[in-house]
């Protein structure tokens, strides 16, 4: 089975600085893997997604993350921070497109100080 | 095109009444989840369904708690005679069908809020 793990579940940065949420996930097979944002009291929105193409991937907002099969990693990160950047982040893998379930993370909360 | 639609956004039962929760997928996507996200933790997956199909339910309690995506009309979860353990979000979400791009791909709903009193 798979599993997801994020390192601290408080980060707090100063506006401008980068930010780097940590997830390290494990699967006995290629996995996908996504971060996720919540904003309080609403759903989730889609930051990025890794699908076996480019270990790099972009996203939304100046989000990237890389993955690395080495480390079983895939942290986020961003190279300036901004006061709207502050909201609940969320790691998530899926290893079977047929069952297709995801497994989260339990979430890093990130807080940007002015 | 809108996105997953949820309703309603906040619920609140007595102890032993039941809750339906609606959920209305993105235009052209034929694959429903429902996850459960108790408060200060991540989301759990609780069931997987397409149009008149249960796929997976690994993660719903055995008790209780029921779901279906009729071919016409919302996915709706129910869960009979709530118990205060139930209050939590619990969010939709919805994604194209297979072969499509981005079929691995979900996208959530703005989620109800149950509280059980």
């Known amino acids: 089975a798979q599993s997801v793990t994020q390192l601290g579940s408080h980060v707090s940065v100063s506006e401008g600085a980068l930010v780097l949420l940590r997830c390290n996930y494990s699967s006995s097979v290629p996995p996908y893997l996504f971060w996720y944002v919540q904003y309080p009291n609403q759903g989730l929105q889609l930051l990025l997604k890794y699908t076996s193409a480019a270990t790099l991937v972009k996203g939304i907002n100046d989000f990237e993350a890389e993955f690395k099969k080495s480390e079983t990693s895939f942290h986020l990160t961003k190279p300036s921070a901004h006061m709207s950047d502050a909201a609940e982040y969320f790691c998530a893998v899926c290893v079977d497109t047929g069952r297709r379930a995801l497994t989260f993370g339990s979430g890093t909360r990130l807080q940007v100080q002015p | ?113 149950l509280l059980v009193l």
């Open chain 2, 1 to 113: 095109n809108a996105g997953v639609m949820q309703n309603p956004r906040h619920l609140v039962r007595r102890r032993g009444q039941e809750a339906r929760l609606r959920c209305s997928p993105m235009k052209g996507h034929s694959h429903v989840y429902w996850y459960r996200q108790l408060p200060e933790e991540g989301l759990k997956f609780m069931v997987y369904l397409q149009k008149e199909n249960i796929i997976d339910e690994s993660g719903m309690p055995k008790e209780r708690f029921s779901a279906e995506f009729p071919k016409e009309g919302p996915s709706i979860l129910r869960i009979q005679q709530v118990v205060r353990g139930d209050s939590a979000a619990y969010f939709c979400a919805s994604s194209p069908p297979t072969g499509q791009g981005l079929s691995e791909t979900q996208y959530f709903g703005p989620g109800t809020r």
